[in-house]
């Protein structure tokens, strides 16, 4: 299941669980899709992966029981500030090699 987790890591903006400007890495770190694309240039600073939209946990309960409301996004803030000088030069090298392929 999912985090959900609630605000970007480097900026801190909030992202409620429907923000579809939400991008993940296959570790669930988080962020916006503006630090990702202009702080980050679509490398992890935390394993070196790829990023991909969240998906959107539906807010009703359409079946199953399967919605936000049995099972809430997480409330615990990992804010964590990239070094830009510092993720660039560990981004460098991997940033052109395909995230499927890192």
């Known amino acids: 299941m999912l985090e959900l987790r609630p605000s970007c890591e480097h900026c801190n903006k909030a992202l409620p669980p429907d ?12 962020f916006c899709a503006a630090c990702v694309d202009a702080v980050l240039a679509g490398v992890c600073p935390n394993c070196g992966g790829g990023f991909a939209p969240r998906p959107v946990r539906p807010a009703t309960n359409w079946k199953g029981a399967n919605f936000l409301g049995k ?3 997480s409330t615990t803030v990992k804010h964590r500030p990239v070094d830009p000088a510092a993720h ?3 981004a460098a090298p991997i ?8």
């Open 95 to 102: 940033r052109d090699i395909a995230p499927e392929r890192r």
């Open 71 to 73: 099972y809430p996004a």
């Open 19 to 30: 923000a579809t400007d939400a991008r993940i890495c296959s570790f669930e770190c988080t």
């Open 88 to 90: 660039a030069a560990f």
